[in-house]
Every structure is written in structure tokens, then in C-alpha cells.
């Protein structure tokens, strides 16, 4: 790490250790912030599109049939972020059919994420957002994939860095503290999430965020967790009651801005661009989800309509819930999920599939796989089928 390019840092300090090389150490939060017009804006803006969101969550009668989805959505665009070759197709068809999918560590990892999501959802009901409950998510995001050596649960006792692949040391882009520095950095981390006052709760969570990727207190999965700290803390802070939005969708498709933003705010203390970047994320997201959630509820409805009048039986009724949390199903899975016979299960998806909503993947006689193509192209937010190029097609 040169510590030329952080001798404008207004937002820490670069210290040489023992061994030699350069660290960035970040001040405690939070700095001074410019409040300019822009900024105003922005907040304004992503908080207008959080309500909208919030009332649409409120509406639903049953939140899981979209948080569902969305977890998931949301996972396999994180971890992409950090190279994963995945998508929400694999994935959803794991789920369904557990047959070994493409890009199987991937498909782990991405699990993995939607495991660690709903178990800090869950704790937040009894443990506030807290360095305890890092560690916690840690150890359900790392456990049984790359990384799992890597001491999951457990803040790092060595040195790490960032930089191109294969890298070393003294060629790194950024170098986080080191050890000592690091815990007392979390330390102050910490005391700021419990006490932050007269700051927007939406640049509270980008400092945040900030901060802990600037610490990166983890040998492995410091990006993964730090996005899902922005989910828990919108939740644990009440600005998103149900977790429908995803905002690694804005970091994947911005990738390169989001990782020179981060950094710029240790070069030379450019807090402003970067919470502008993140407001603008969280704003445009929102809206997304909104948009997404309509005509998801809008297709509901279409099929439950479509059902009644062709006085569907209380079985094909009972499977679209189960379609709208993965739209791929298996007449042994769905016997099991329902309690109902296997003749029974799979009677009712061959009606569905003379009904158009379900059709059959992959061409066997036995173990058949169905995929409701139409729903599964809403959920990955292609309302319009899918794309030219486009991953994530189910097999065919």
C-alpha cells in the first residue's frame, strides 16, 4: 500500500507497523459531514422510496411469499459481487429438487448468505445489532465452504489486505489495521451504533458501512457481511419492517464506483461522494422493489383468479404459495410440504401444467423437475422474459 495516495485522508491515518508495512487505521465515527443541497436530496428521495416500500410491505398478506424471494435475490447478487458464478436459478433449483446444481461451492456459499440473513432476522428479535451478533452471522455464513479454515465466527489474529488476486502484502491496494488497531476500531464501531445521535438514520447506515469494510475484521467474508449489516440494521432501526430491498442489485451492477467509493473515503476523506452513492443506491432499490412487488401480487392475483374459474381443487390452490416461494417444485417435495399423497402431488401439477402455469424441465420419465417460468422471470425481476445472454435461464 503506497501511503502517498492517504496523505490527504481526513478520515484516518496511515501508520507503518513492526513488521514494516503500511496500515490504514480509520478515525472513530462519525466525521464532519456536508449536508449540501445534493445531499438533502438524496436523503429525501431514498426516504420517500423506504416508505413507499415499507406501506407495500404492510399491505401483504402473507410478507414471507415476497421476503422469500427477495433474500434470496439478494444473496446471490452479494456474493456475486465477491465473484460468485451463481444465479437465483441455481440456487431456487437446489432448493427444490436438491440434485447437484452448476457452480455447486457457489451454490453453497449463496445458501449460506440466505441462512446467515434469516438467522440474524430472527436474532434481532432478542439481540440488538452488535459485535456479538457479527460474529454470529460470521460463523452461518462460512461454515462448510471456501473459507471455512479461515477461523469463521472469529475476528482475524493476522494481517490481511486487498488488492488484485494473488497479490502480496506490499502490493496491496488497501491494508486494513492491524490486530490491535483493528480491535479497537471495532471497539469504537460498536459505541457508534448504539449511540449515533442527529445523524439520518440512512447516512448512519452508510457510515456504517464504511467503517466496517475499512476494518474488514474478518479473514474471509468481510464484503458479504458488511451488505448484510445494511439489511439488519434498516430492519433493527424500523426504516424497512419486512426485508424487501436489495441493494446489492445497485453494488453488483455499480461494482467498480462501489469499491472506489469505499476507498476514496480512506484516501482522502470523500464522505460525501460516497454517501451520495449510497443514497442513490438505497433510492433507486427501493423503487425497484415497489415496482417488483406490484407486479408480483398482480400475478398472484391473475392465477388465483385463473384457479377459481377453472374451480381448481384446495391442492393446486395450496401449491401456488408454495410456486411464489420457488417456482420450481417436484411432485416429492410438494407431497411433503403439503402432507399429501405423491399420485396426488403429481395429479396436481400435471393440471397445472395443462393450466400454463407450470411446465415440465427436464425431459425425464422419473424425478421430474417443473419450473413456473413466468413467475420465476417476475421474481428475478424480468418481468419481460428473459433476456438475450441472460444467466440464470432454467434448463431446458
Known amino acids: 500500500m503506497n501511503p502517498d495516495e492517504f496523505s490527504r485522508s481526513t478520515s484516518g491515518k496511515v501508520i507503518r507497523t513492526v513488521q514494516g508495512y503500511w496500515a490504514f487505521v480509520p478515525n ?3 466525521p464532519p459531514i456536508e449536508y449540501d443541497h445534493e445531499v438533502v436530496r438524496l436523503i429525501s428521495e431514498a426516504d420517500r422510496g423506504l416508505g413507499r416500500l415499507t406501506g407495500i410491505g404492510q399491505l401483504l398478506p402473507n410478507p414471507h411469499l415476497l421476503i422469500a424471494p427477495y433474500v434470496r435475490r439478494e444473496a446471490v447478487l452479494s456474493s456475486r459481487i465477491e465473484g460468485t458464478q451463481a444465479s437465483l436459478s441455481d440456487l ?13 461451492p457457489d451454490v453453497q456459499e449463496v445458501r449460506n448468505y440466505v441462512r446467515a440473513m434469516e438467522y440474524g432476522l430472527q436474532r434481532l428479535k432478542n439481540l440488538p445489532l452488535s459485535l456479538r451478533l457479527v460474529r454470529e452471522i460470521h460463523a452461518r455464513l462460512m461454515e462448510g465452504v471456501r473459507g471455512e479454515k479461515k477461523r469463521p465466527g472469529e475476528f482475524r489474529r493476522v494481517q490481511n489486505w486487498i488488492g488484485p488476486p494473488g497479490c502480496s502484502l506490499a502490493a496491496a491496494t488497501f491494508v486494513p489495521p492491524p490486530v490491535p488497531e483493528m480491535h479497537a476500531a471495532l471497539d469504537e464501531w460498536e459505541k457508534f451504533l448504539h449511540n449515533a445521535k442527529d445523524i439520518p438514520l440512512l447516512v448512519q447506515c452508510a457510515l456504517i458501512h464504511y467503517q466496517f469494510e475499512a476494518v474488514h475484521p474478518f479473514v474471509d467474508g468481510n464484503g458479504r457481511v458488511g451488505r448484510l449489516l445494511i439489511t439488519f440494521f434498516l430492519c433493527e432501526r424500523g426504516a424497512l419492517p419486512q426485508p424487501l430491498l436489495y441493494l446489492s442489485a445497485f453494488f453488483e451492477h455499480h461494482r467498480d464506483e462501489y469499491y472506489a467509493r469505499l476507498l476514496e473515503v480512506s484516501r482522502s476523506g470523500d464522505w460525501t461522494g460516497w454517501i451520495k452513492f449510497f443514497l442513490r443506491g438505497i433510492a433507486t432499490q427501493a423503487s425497484v422493489a415497489a415496482e417488483d412487488s406490484q407486479r408480483i401480487l398482480k400475478l398472484q392475483q391473475r392465477y ?3 384457479l377459481q374459474k377453472r374451480k381448481a381443487s384446495p391442492t393446486a390452490i395450496a ?9 420450481y417444485v417436484t411432485a416429492t417435495r410438494l407431497s411433503k410440504r403439503l402432507k399429501v399423497s405423491f399420485p396426488t402431488g403429481q395429479s396436481t401439477i400435471e393440471w397445472l401444467v395443462k393450466a400454463g402455469i407450470l411446465r415440465e424441465i427436464t425431459g425425464r420419465q422419473r424425478n ?19 433476456r438475450r445472454g441472460q444467466q440464470g435461464k432454467p434448463p431446458s
Open 28 to 30: 472513530p465515527l462519525p
Open 319 to 327: 401449491i401456488m404459495d408454495e410456486l411464489f416461494l420457488n417456482p
Open 92 to 104: 431456487l433449483l437446489f432448493e427444490a429438487a436438491e440434485e447437484k446444481p452448476p457452480h455447486a
Open 368 to 386: 421430474r423437475i417443473y419450473c413456473a417460468d413466468e413467475l420465476l422471470r417476475a421474481i428475478e425481476g424480468k418481468p419481460g422474459g428473459p
Open 304 to 306: 388465483r383468479e385463473l
